[in-house]
């Protein structure tokens, strides 16, 4: 009996034991077989994702010179578990900074989201090749630092800082709704930069290292198995030319407006100047964040791109819209002729200038009569087969449409604005239904009233003269890493005026450029005398002060190369400044020398920023 | 010559390949723990895996010594042994070297010796010295306080030292006694309290009350059958808790919920009492001494949680009962622990291959945290090899404690087997998360001299007492 109890003590012992190894069993079972978490957590310990950053792609101009390329800078960042005290004021004048600063780099890189004292976060970002020389030789001093090399945009020239656009760090709204990017990326903010950003982005790559719990790298995960490369982004061929530009630039000093220049049978934009403009290299780097300010609070707004954004009404540059509509719609004939005394005297009337009368069709358009216009646009609109006003009125709208107003040409540049042509039902908001009439809107007939164009718009309008009745949609790259860019860009939009009457146009355009003396021509300043120029003034009145002075041209005429618009703010008559600025570009840019270097140095002298709300 | 030939034959030879396949595996784990790109080289004794060798190389000779000396000296010399110990552990705690916070240290050139480890082996000889003694029987307070002295130098000493695991290890001592005499509900009781202790620190006090009441009424219907009693008084105590609520609710009175459930409590308790003394039924009076003592418990257990243990103690059991989650913090061993284990899979990332071990994540993986190297690499079918190899081990140790006719040989086979047992369990429990972290190696597995010669030296003798009861007859 005795025996027994004891064997059966011997029995709870060890079923005590198995018990308890099997409970150990079956943990296991559950933490090594069932629950798949561990193996998550276990890769988040030991892998370390270093991502590298590929080089944006260039930006060349139309003859493949590089206009943006790209530099070295360095982001330091640090393990703060790592870091033991150090000399801040060594640290700070190493890398060209203030103790101060140092000291706030520290505080806001242990506020960053996801910040782990065991993590490399971002200390100090950009630090300049020649800073970082320096800091490398005596890093050994500093524990705790590793370095990040990323690049940086470069200009070859301070030109065209509103095309290129800028690049920037991606913001929070972008991470979320665009998974490719993660923070600390850089992504382009405006401009080129913006539009073309999947192009001269890349793609990052990523390299996998394993380390142990101090963060310190053991050796590539895999043997590199992972790893992928970064792919540099790819280069843009622009259609700009960079001489053109900058010469265009320079011009534009001290002047507020805008050229914008295209070749007419491809679209393609040479030259977008829009002034007062800035230096790229200015919002590179680390002073970007201040320059960027000041550039913000500049009064004369160097930061917005006139050439696409800004609206001003097209002055006498539209006459030849509304020639063209009456010859289409068959109220204007060339030898129509209509008498000038100084102005049209109906309604409210519109006021001309001196000049030889009567005049034809040709004629008008050189010496810029406005009352020949207030008959063609009344023409227009009261046509007795329209029945109404408001339907003569639309089928004007129609047309002018068609030339590309009042719409988004579509340029591959962010922020592009359509401009206004005012439509039958604001009127009727405005006056009331039935309460205007052609009189009502005879602004309209001179380019005044409630129309806006962009520059470009401009610019696209005497394209579509030279093309003699189509334009291509203005673009600024022509083609991505060699390779020519969509079709959108090369398809031929027609206007709904036959091309037979734009010969009318631009024997006129040819005459007020080129009109003997005396004959009463508007342009004759911008006559070149081996090139061609067909072209048109306009004297903008506007309500922010003097005229614009506003031009555009072709050139030549027999097969023309370039189509220019010019608009500089409130200089007054367009022939004084924006048809010499003209002229100087398409000489420059057809003959790529300047002949007439006092008119060059007329321009450039010219300080034009004071004239704004002079007239009240 | 023909002795020595007996006693190679007459040893437990399964016990010995047991033995060598821990050692070894152990060994091959340290290595993988330890290895880096830097060192190579398995005989690098600037290394951890090194340096173990030699101490594995003594652990065979302190075998071989102990298999080819006399095995009288163990009951002769029992108790001079425990003094040396005890004076050693005095010792340590005057002139020791901390590490990891416990004084447990006895430098000895630049390596150290735990005389802890030792202690256990002493106090197995000693309890089985005394217990073996000449009319000696496990009943009566008089023996027990002989047990708990036996028990209570070392123990308190190591107490003294901060070293709480090398501690507990002797409470696993218990099974001795349960062998040798002590009532089976002993050790199902201490076993409830620890429950109670677990229970007590996850729910609220008044839940527990309940909770206690209700089982003390299942317990006196298994025992009596007496449904209706059970009945009565159950109804009995929910009126009175009903009416001091009502009472309170009327008055607007502020009574605690622990006041409203003690009082009938207390109030059964007394008519239990009564109605044991009225019917004559002693199991009654148990029953109500086993609410009481429980219900003191289970009371007192937040005063001793936070009073009596320490903070890191406090910490380590929250974490592992969930009260408290700090990964980076108190639970970052075990968190970084389970991962280790639980990446390993079912088939192991291989041998050597192990990633989280090898860059230091698990912090004491050569040491407390070994079994990590071996769930993370071997997978769950290594760790089953090794916990089922553990068990065999157990279990052979245990048959052969049971067949020893001695009467010292047999308790100090059950004090080996209970030592090595609470060793192992608590060991690779805690690096699964089912027991709180305890600071205690893995027998054989874990890095360290002491540890692995102690563990040595406890089995070699009693394999040797195995090889040596025939000459008995």
């Not at chain 1, 840019?589 to 920023?609: C, F, H, M, N, V």
């Not at chain 2, 086993?290 to 005063?303: H, K």
Request: aromatic content about 14%; hydrophobic content about 45%; glycine content about 8%.
């Amino acid at each position: 009996m005795a025996v027994k109890v004891e064997s059966n003590k011997r029995l709870v012992v060890a079923v005590i034991i198995v018990a308890v190894f099997v409970i150990i069993i079956a943990k296991l079972f559950y933490i090594q077989v069932i629950d798949s978490s561990y193996k998550f957590s276990a890769a988040n310990n030991v892998l370390r994702y270093i991502t590298q950053y590929p080089a944006r792609g260039l930006i060349l101009d139309r003859n493949g010179f590089p206009m943006v390329t790209n530099k070295p800078v360095y982001d330091l960042l640090m393990v703060k578990k790592q870091v033991v005290p150090f000399d801040t004021l060594e640290f700070a004048s190493l890398l060209g900074l203030t103790v101060d600063q140092v000291r706030e780099a520290f505080v806001a890189a242990q506020k960053q989201k996801g910040y782990s004292p065991r993590k490399a976060v971002t200390l100090i970002k950009q630090i300049p090749p020649e800073y970082f020389a320096r800091f490398q030789e005596k890093m050994y001093k500093f524990s705790g630092f590793e370095v990040q090399p990323r690049t940086v945009r470069s200009y070859t020239l301070p030109i065209a800082a509103h095309l290129f656009g800028y690049v920037g760090e991606v913001d929070d709204g972008t991470i979320k709704t665009e998974p490719y990017y993660q923070s600390g990326d850089y992504i382009g903010v405006s401009g080129l930069e913006r539009s073309y950003e999947k192009e001269l982005r890349g793609k990052k790559g990523i390299k996998i290292f394993m380390v142990d719990v101090h963060n310190r790298i053991k050796g590539s995960y895999e043997h590199g198995k992972f790893d992928s490369v970064a792919v540099p982004g790819k280069n843009l061929t622009s259609t700009i030319d960079a001489r053109l530009q900058e010469y265009g630039e320079k011009l534009m000093q001290n002047k507020i407006g805008s050229i914008v220049a295209i070749e007419p049978k491809t679209g393609e934009v040479l030259a977008m100047i829009s002034s007062p403009s800035y230096n790229p290299e200015l919002l590179v780097g680390r002073d970007r964040a201040t320059n960027f300010k000041l550039l913000q609070q500049d009064s004369l707004k160097p930061i917005f791109n006139r050439s696409i954004m800004a609206l001003y009404p097209p002055g006498s540059t539209f006459k030849v819209v509304n020639a063209l509509i009456g010859l289409q719609e068959g109220v204007l004939f060339p030898e129509t002729r209509y008498s000038c005394y100084g102005g049209y005297t109906i309604g409210r009337g519109v006021g001309c200038h001196n000049h030889p009368s009567p005049v034809n069709l040709i004629q008008s358009i050189q010496v810029s009569c406005n009352t020949y216009y207030c008959h063609v646009f009344r023409n227009i609109i009261d046509k007795r087969e329209f029945g109404s006003v408001e339907n003569g009125f639309s089928v004007w709208k129609k047309h002018v449409e068609s030339f590309g107003y009042g719409n988004k040409l579509n340029i591959d540049l962010p922020h592009e604005l359509k401009g206004i042509v005012p439509s039958v039902a604001f009127y009727n908001k405005y006056f009331r239904k039935g309460g205007w009439n052609s009189l009502t809107i005879i602004s309209l007939a001179i380019g005044q009233g409630e129309l806006s164009v962009t520059p470009l718009q401009m610019a696209n309008l005497v394209a579509t003269i030279a093309n003699k009745g189509y334009y291509v949609a203005p673009h600024v790259v022509k083609a991505i890493e060699g390779e020519s860019i969509d079709s959108d860009y090369r398809q031929k939009h027609y206007t709904s005026i036959e091309p037979k009457y734009f010969d009318y146009i631009i024997e006129g355009m040819d005459l007020a450029v080129n009109g003997p003396p005396g004959s009463g021509s508007t342009a004759r300043i911008a006559a070149l005398p081996d090139v061609r120029i067909c072209g048109k003034t306009g004297t903008a009145q506007n309500p922010h002060g003097a005229d614009h002075s506003v031009f555009f041209a072709f050139a030549p005429k027999e097969d023309p190369k370039i189509a220019i618009s010019v608009y500089v703010e409130n200089a007054g008559f367009g022939a004084t400044w924006a048809a010499p600025i003209a002229s100087l570009m398409i000489e420059k840019y057809l003959k790529d020398t300047i002949t007439r270097p006092d008119l060059e140095r007329y321009i450039l002298e010219a300080k034009l920023l004071d004239r704004r709300a002079k007239k009240k | 010559m023909q002795r020595k030939s007996n006693i190679l034959r007459n040893l437990d030879w399964i016990a010995v390949i047991l033995y060598i396949m821990l050692v070894v595996m152990g060994w091959l784990n340290i290595y993988a723990a330890v290895l880096s790109d830097e060192h190579r080289n398995i005989f690098d004794f600037s290394q951890r895996y090194g340096k173990q060798m030699v101490w594995i190389g003594f652990a065979f000779l302190m075998a071989f010594t102990i298999v080819y000396s006399n095995d009288r000296i163990y009951p002769a010399f029992a108790y001079l042994f425990y003094g040396l110990i005890v004076l050693a552990l005095l010792a340590t705690l005057i002139f020791g070297r901390v590490v990891n916070a416990s004084k447990s240290w006895i430098p000895i050139g630049s390596f150290g010796l735990q005389p802890a480890e030792f202690a256990k082996v002493a106090t197995a000889l000693a309890l089985a010295k005394l217990m073996s003694g000449y009319g000696f029987k496990l009943s009566g307070l008089w023996s027990y306080v002989k047990v708990g002295l036996v028990l209570g130098f070392p123990v308190g000493i190591i107490l003294m030292q901060n070293d709480t695991g090398s501690a507990l290890v002797f409470g696993s001592l218990i099974l001795v006694l349960y062998r040798e005499g002590l009532p089976g509900w002993v050790l199902a009781f201490a076993a409830f309290l620890v429950l109670l202790f677990i229970l007590t620190l996850i729910y609220n006090t008044s839940t527990l009350l309940i909770f206690l009441f209700v089982l003390t009424v299942f317990l006196f219907i298994f025992y009596t059958r007496r449904y209706k009693d059970a009945f009565r008084i159950t109804l009995g105590a929910g009126g009175v808790s009903l009416l001091i609520y009502l009472v309170s609710v009327l008055f607007h009175l502020k009574v605690s919920l622990s006041v409203i459930l003690l009082v009938p409590l207390v109030l059964s308790v007394l008519i239990g009492l009564i109605y044991a003394y009225a019917n004559r039924l002693k199991i009654v009076y148990l029953l109500a001494l086993f609410l009481l003592v429980t219900v003191g418990f289970s009371l007192s257990t937040d005063y001793v949680f936070e009073r009596v243990l320490d903070v890191h103690h406090q910490k380590r059991i929250n974490d592992l009962l969930g009260i408290e989650n700090d990964p980076l913090g108190w639970g970052y061993n075990v968190n970084q622990s389970k991962i280790a284990i639980g990446s390993g899979g079912f088939w192991g990332k291989g041998y050597l291959s192990g990633t989280q071990t090898k860059f230091n994540f698990v912090p004491e993986q050569s040491t407390d945290f070994i079994f990590c190297t071996v769930g993370e690499e071997w997978g769950f079918l290594g760790s089953t090899v090794v916990v089922i190899l553990i068990a065999s081990f157990l279990l052979r140790l245990l048959k052969i404690a049971e067949r020893q006719t001695e009467h010292f040989a047999r308790i100090y086979g059950y004090g080996v087997v209970s030592i090595l047992f609470f060793h192992a369990a608590i060991n690779i429990g805690m690096t699964i998360g089912l027991v709180p972290v305890i600071g205690i190696p893995l027998p054989f597995f874990s890095y360290g001299g002491s540890s692995l010669w102690a563990f040595t030296i406890m089995v070699f003798i009693l394999l040797k007492f195995d090889a040596e009861r025939y000459g008995a007859y």
